[in-house]
């Protein structure tokens, strides 16, 4: 059980990360490639990933069970994955009512990146309220979990810029990470049935 | 006991900023060696680390040059001989101005990458009446340009300080048209790999007047000199690759570029020998061999592909330049 967060823990860090460098990619062909580019997207990513560990750490304190978690995952592949089709039409859209590059690539990064980073930021909150046992260990657990997730997202950041995107296009690497979350997804769903984080239950029954 | 305790706390600190300065100190007494090293008869002039590049402005021999790298001291992108301002230094700069052999009295010229500005200067020259437009992104590189290289901005010779890819999509949406567009933005370590694309390309192809002509500096060795091949063949069917005699330099020349290659027409020995002809007096004061270029691109004319045209194109989806220029 541990092990499976982690490692979903590990997945959605890394997923995160491999779509922000990709993020780049994505709008570079409308807005260019400069400083400013970058920083449209790194802002979304962080005001989103903001928005997604607060909803997180709210969606944990009902009924926190594997399978939600799991569903965490499912929700994040199935907001993902359409990118590929409607990136080039919101780009031309923006790129026609914007002049300013800037603001146009905040704008589309709003539109294409926000509502899956959202998602993927609830990961973390949710995994840490389903480790934690009691108060005591719980700034350890959350700190493995750190740990594991930015480990992800290290890993995902090498991986995407070094080799992923010298072996395949850009809709390829975002089809692999959405068979990626929804494979995991499966994974949480099947090895770790309905049950509540029981111990954690326990701790606030005592 | 709790001082000592701090003290202790602090010496540890010390030592750490220590451990992590070391690196640093190590590098800066290492460029002190090196600097002088490669100053021989070098006199900086300007340096400075632009959002984009570092720049470098240095003079040796009577040549003032523009390097966009620190990493190699001796590969500049733009030189300037200080007594004779107008001779171009660079084979490819000479090489770029061949493609006026397809186009003899441009109109409309779009440049992509100023570099120290010696191509919109001496185009500027030839053609007063031509509007010269010049995007480039870095307006650190636009300063050193005016600064140092004489470079003067005027109605007919203007700089678009803008991306060159939304420079492309905003010109195609205002239906602009070029009849002589360069594209040089590829200096310096880092390839601005959107600029590589077939999509790119044929934003450019598009911009084109019939008789519009495209002359790009391109990658003359490694992997990437294989895909960036391919990518212009996928635009433009066939080309004029035309390669430095003694240097690693290639230029791409599409003649009647908007069309395609079958529908070109043909270029005969004789018309290009009398174009050369023609513009040999004015080019001359550039030092451009134009007779020389022309003999030099009639051999290349239908000369068969010398890259493996199995090498994929570069697109959109898949550019990774960067990554392949160090394969």
Known sequence: MILIIHLLAFCGGFIIMSFELLGGRILAPYFGSGVYVWGSIITIFMLSLAIGYLLGGRLSVKNPTPRKFAGIFAASAIFLYPMILYAQPVMEFIFLHIEDPRYGSLTTAAFLFMIPTIILGMISPYSVRLLVDNVEESGKVAGALYFTSTLGSAIGTLMTSFYLVLWFEVDSIITILTLILLGIALLAWFLAPGQQAQSANTSTAE | MHSLNTTTKKKKVITLVGKLLKPIWVLISFSALVVPATAVGKTIIHEERSLYTSILVQQSRGLLCLNFTLKRADSSQSCMDVKNPKRMVFSYTRMVMAGLLFNPNPKNIMI????????????????????????????????????????????????????????????????????????????????????????????????????????????????????????????????????????????????????????????????????????????????????????????????????????????????????????
């Open chain 2, 112 to 327: 992509v990458g100023l570099g120290g500005g010696t191509l919109p200067m001496a185009l500027n020259e030839l053609f007063p009446q031509a509007k010269i437009q010049t995007v480039e992104i870095d307006g650190a590189v636009v300063d050193v340009a005016k600064r140092f290289f004489n470079f003067q901005e005027s109605a007919n010779n203007k700089i678009v300080q803008q991306d060159a890819r939304v420079f492309a999509k905003r010109a195609n949406l205002k239906k602009e048209k070029f009849d002589f567009i360069i594209l040089d933005a590829f200096n310096g370590d880092y390839i601005p790999e959107h600029l590589m694309t077939r999509e790119f390309l044929t934003e450019v192809q598009s911009l084109l007047t019939a008789q519009g002509v495209v002359i790009a500096n391109t990658f003359a060795s490694s992997v990437l000199y294989d895909h960036e091949s391919n990518t212009y063949a996928d635009v433009f069917g066939k080309f004029i690759n035309l390669k430095g005699r003694d240097t690693g330099n290639r230029i791409i020349i599409v003649p009647e570029g908007a069309i395609s290659s079958e529908q070109r027409n043909s270029i005969s020995k004789q018309a290009i020998n009398a174009q050369a002809k023609k513009l040999a007096p004015v080019l001359e004061p550039y030092s451009v061999p134009i007779k020389r270029l022309a003999r030099d691109i009639y051999k290349r004319i239908g000369a068969p592909a010398d890259w493996d045209e199995n090498k994929r194109s570069l697109t959109d989806q898949y550019s990774p330049a960067n990554l392949l220029r160090n394969q």
